[in-house]
């Protein structure tokens, strides 16, 4: 089973929202295939309706079948998609058709339920495998309120214009993100920021080929305290960090161990499991998950060599799927002290379908609790010490967050 989300930061340029969930055993899809191709016809073409048409039939057709609530949350999903059918298959591009046809998705008020299209697929799973890819040099991470700058990479095109941590990106070209093309190499945009104080900020970058950001970072701090931090379950960085806490219990104690969660976009839940046994010396329960098609608990072995010292988590509000069901399991059997800010609750199982142009469908398809049935979608994860950093502290560099959890590991006997 594999979680994979909406709330992950996202390079500047990628259009659609990824969405957090768990795939589960579906067996008319196949996802240890690669990405087909993306399917390529003339803007404004007929063509170019005729495979709208046929996408939007299967998408909402899989939606209608697999979605987990089978009152669809009110929607009458019938009648909504055959209403709303006209105006979006009479889209002229790729990208105005799949944000037309997200808009239908969303009303169903699920984050994990939703539509990528293929060229932003095909550039988004190339990030994941840590492939070099065109960018302007800044991370956005989603809230309630937009999207937000929540990195600038030093001498990136968005370093050198000025652009700011905390900054709203508004527009793309006069389009919303979800609308806007994903950057190439030499193109510029025009991006339309809003700052702390309301002010408007107008920038034209220039997208430039940049090495892909480590998707993993393993460091032993002053006070002998081991950080693990990881953008997602995935089975490398997993490893790594599981080589790294199975060293402490031979090789190289510590005082205590930092698993760093924030911004985490889940991943597989297989290997969350595989990890949380790295951490527990009995077995537990990390979840349970319901749906129309599924009621069953998520159970956690102890690995050889699990490392049973002391642990502090830290989440944010990007911390997401995965992340969010780790945390709240090890939270509520009191096996970690859970740090940093509240989560947003992105946590909902879905599986993933190829669409017949290469774009991707991700379908809600299982309700995730923790092990007492604690609901933590829209609810979330709230720290045992809730700590959020201020704006002037995150544009200078400040881990306070972190700061704070190497101060609790150190100071305890």
């Not at 214009?161 to 006069?174: L, M, N, P, R």
């Not at 699990?306 to 969010?324: M, T």
């Not at 599986?351 to 609901?375: A, C, F, I, K, Y």
Request: charged share 25%.
């Amino acid at each position: 089973m594999t979680l994979n989300l909406r709330l992950p930061p996202l390079l500047i340029g990628l259009a659609a929202l990824v969405l957090a969930a768990c795939q589960s055993t579906v067996p008319y899809v196949r996802t240890d295939q690669p990405a087909p191709a993306p399917v390529v016809v003339a803007d404004h073409s007929p063509e170019r309706r005729a495979l709208n048409e046929q996408v939007y039939d299967e998408a909402t057709r899989w939606v209608g079948r697999l979605f987990y609530r089978s009152d669809f949350g009110g929607v009458d999903w019938d009648a909504l998609t055959a209403t709303r059918r006209e105006a979006v298959v009479a889209q002229p591009d790729e990208f105005a058709f799949y944000d037309n046809l997200n808009a239908v998705i969303e009303t169903l008020d699920d984050r994990h339920t939703n539509v990528r299209a293929p060229h932003l697929r095909v550039r988004t799973e190339a990030l994941e495998r840590g492939e070099a890819q065109a960018t302007y040099g800044m991370t956005l991470r989603w809230s309630p309120e937009g999207w937000f700058v929540h990195v600038v990479r030093p001498d990136s095109p968005a370093d050198r214009a000025g652009v700011q941590v905390g900054w709203e990106a508004e527009t793309f070209d006069g389009r919303s993100l979800e609308a806007s093309l994903p950057p190439s190499e030499g193109r510029s945009e025009e991006i339309v920021f809003t700052d702390e104080t309301g002010a408007s900020h107008a920038f034209t970058l220039t997208a430039e080929i940049m090495p892909a950001m480590p998707q993993h970072h393993l460091e032993r701090l002053d006070g002998d305290v081991l950080l693990a931090a990881f953008e997602g379950f995935d089975t490398a960085p997993v490893e790594a960090v599981m080589e790294a806490i199975a060293a402490l219990r031979y090789e190289q104690p510590a005082r205590g161990v930092i698993l760093d969660l924030r911004g985490n976009r889940g991943g597989s839940l297989y290997e969350m499991t595989r990890l949380m046994g790295m951490l527990v010396r009995e077995p537990m329960i990390a979840a349970v998950m319901t749906g129309r098609f599924v009621d069953q608990r998520i159970a956690v072995d102890p690995a050889a060599g699990a490392y049973a010292g002391p642990l502090v988590i830290l989440v944010d509000a990007a911390s997401v799927s995965a992340a969010e069901v780790l945390a709240a399991a090890f939270q509520e059997s009191g096996r970690a002290v859970v740090m940093g800010e509240r989560t947003h609750g992105v946590v909902v199982a879905s599986r993933h379908l190829n669409l017949p142009d290469g774009g991707r469908l991700s379908v809600g398809m299982q309700e995730l609790r923790t092990p007492s049935g604690v609901v933590l979608e829209k609810r979330g994860v709230t720290p045992d010490l809730e700590i959020a950093p201020t704006l002037t502290q995150r544009r200078a560099g400040e881990d306070v967050v972190l700061a704070a959890a190497v101060a609790r590991l150190t100071s305890s006997p």
